[in-house]
C-alpha cells in the first residue's frame, strides 16, 4: 500500500566527502520535502478503508454515507523536522481520538487548524464548539475528543508539545474551540502565506519561520491566569505529562536527571522509569530535549553565544562530548546548524508509509 509520495530527491546530509562549509551550504539549501496523502487513484469502493487505515493510529473515522460510496480526501504535507503543516480537503466524516490512540503512538501535538470552507464540530470535556471557515482554531491530540466535519479544505500546523512547552498553558486552554483575539486574523494570514510558499522553502529558512511563528504564537495566546488554571487540569491528569513539563522547565539546571525529578514530583524511580521506557528512559529523553534546545538556540539569528557557552547552558562541559551526540542526533554538527540556521531534524529524504508515521517523525 502506498500512503505517500515525495517530491524531493535523496540527499545524503552526512557525506564525508566535502568540507564542513560546504556540506553546511549544502544542507541549508535542501528544499522541503512534500509528501501526498490521497485516496484518488484507489478505487471508490476502497477509498474511505484506505483513509480509514492511514488515519487508524490517531483517529478513528466514520463516513456520512455508505463505506461503498466514493470517498475524496487528499493532504499535501510538508516536513519541516520540528514542525509539521498540511492542506487538505476532505469529505464529510466524524471521527474519535480515544485515549487508546493517545496511548498506542505518544503522538499528542496540537493542531493549528486554518478552516478554509466547510465546518468542525469537536466535543471534548464539558462542551464543544465549532470552528466555521474563515476561522483559525486549535486541537489538542493530548487528550480525547469526537467530532464530525463536514466536506472542508484546511490548512493545518502540528506543533510537538515538547517544542512549542513555553505555550502549553494557553493552547491547552483554548483547545478543541476556535480563537479568538486581536491576534488570531494576523496568525491565520501568517500561515495562509507559508503555505505558499513552502514549496519553494529551504531547509535553512525553516528557523526563520519558527521564529516567526513563535512570535505570533506568544502574541495570539496570552493566557490570563483563569486559562492557565484551566488548562492545568487536563494537562496535570497524566504523570507523564507532567515529569515532561518538569524536564523542560529545568533543562539548563546541572542538576536534572532521575534522582531530582523523583524527589521534585514525589516520585519513585520504578514509578519514573515505567513512564519513560516507551520514550527510550528517561535520560534518554532528557538529552534529546537538551539536544533540541541547543539546535534551536544555535539556529536562532539572535543568539549570539560561543557554541561551548550554549552546550554548557544545556549540560556539556565537555564540549567533544557534546559535538558527536549533537551530529548522532541530527546527522550534523553545531558549527553546521549555526551556519545553516538549522533548528532541528532534517526532513527525511524517504517518504514515510502512513500518516501518523510522518506525523511522529517531528517527536523521535
Not at 488515519?55 to 493532504?75: K, N, R
Not at 474551540?177 to 491576534?183: A, D, I, L, T, W
Not at 554548557?312 to 550534523?332: I, K
Request: with cysteine; glycine share 8%; aromatic share 8%.
Amino acid at each position: 500500500m502506498t500512503a505517500a509520495k515525495t517530491d524531493q530527491a535523496s540527499d545524503d546530509p552526512s557525506d564525508p566527502a566535502s568540507g564542513d562549509g560546504d556540506r553546511a551550504a549544502r544542507i541549508a539549501d535542501r528544499p522541503v520535502r512534500v509528501d501526498r496523502f490521497t485516496t484518488e487513484g484507489h478505487k471508490p469502493r476502497h477509498q474511505f478503508a484506505w483513509w480509514y487505515a492511514l488515519m487508524s493510529p490517531i483517529l478513528e473515522v466514520s463516513p456520512v454515507s455508505t463505506p461503498e460510496a466514493d470517498f475524496h480526501a487528499s493532504g499535501r504535507a510538508y516536513d519541516l523536522g520540528c514542525l509539521h503543516l498540511v492542506s487538505l480537503r476532505m469529505n464529510s466524516l466524524s471521527f474519535r481520538h480515544t485515549q487508546e490512540h493517545i496511548e498506542g503512538t505518544g503522538i499528542d501535538p496540537w493542531c493549528l487548524t486554518v478552516m478554509k470552507t466547510g465546518a468542525l464540530a469537536c466535543d471534548a470535556n464539558m462542551g464543544g464548539s465549532e470552528i466555521t471557515a474563515g476561522s483559525l482554531g486549535v486541537l489538542s491530540f493530548a487528550e480525547p475528543f469526537t467530532g464530525r466535519a463536514s466536506a472542508t479544505d484546511t490548512l493545518n500546523l502540528f506543533l510537538n508539545r515538547d517544542d512549542f512547552h513555553d505555550f502549553a498553558a494557553g493552547l491547552d486552554a483554548i483547545a478543541q474551540r476556535p480563537v479568538s483575539g486581536p491576534m488570531t486574523s494576523l496568525l491565520r494570514e501568517f500561515l495562509l502565506n507559508a503555505e505558499v510558499y513552502l514549496p519553494s522553502m529551504k531547509a535553512s529558512e525553516v528557523s526563520m519561520f519558527l521564529e516567526s511563528l513563535t512570535l505570533l504564537l506568544r502574541a495570539a495566546v496570552s493566557p490570563s491566569g483563569e486559562a492557565i488554571a484551566a488548562a492545568d487540569l487536563p494537562v496535570s491528569a497524566g504523570r507523564f505529562n507532567l515529569v515532561r513539563r518538569h524536564i523542560q522547565d529545568h533543562l539548563a539546571s546541572p542538576d536534572l536527571g532521575a534522582a531530582s525529578i523523583c524527589k521534585a514530583l514525589n516520585l519513585s524511580r520504578r514509578q519514573l522509569y515505567y513512564l519513560f521506557e516507551p520514550h527510550g528512559g528517561v535520560a534518554g529523553f532528557i538529552k534529546q530535549r537538551r539536544l533540541t534546545a541547543a539546535c534551536r538556540a544555535l539556529a536562532n539569528s539572535n543568539d549570539h553565544r560561543l557554541i561551548s557557552t550554549i552546550a554548557y547552558t544545556y549540560g556539556y562541559t565537555n564540549q567533544a562530548l557534546f559535538s558527536r551526540h549533537f551530529q548522532a542526533e541530527f546527522g550534523f554538527g553545531p558549527r553546521e546548524a549555526r551556519a545553516a540556521k538549522l533548528c532541528g531534524y532534517l526532513p527525511q529524504a524517504s517518504a514515510p508509509k502512513s500518516f501518523a508515521e510522518w506525523l511522529g517523525r517531528g517527536s523521535r
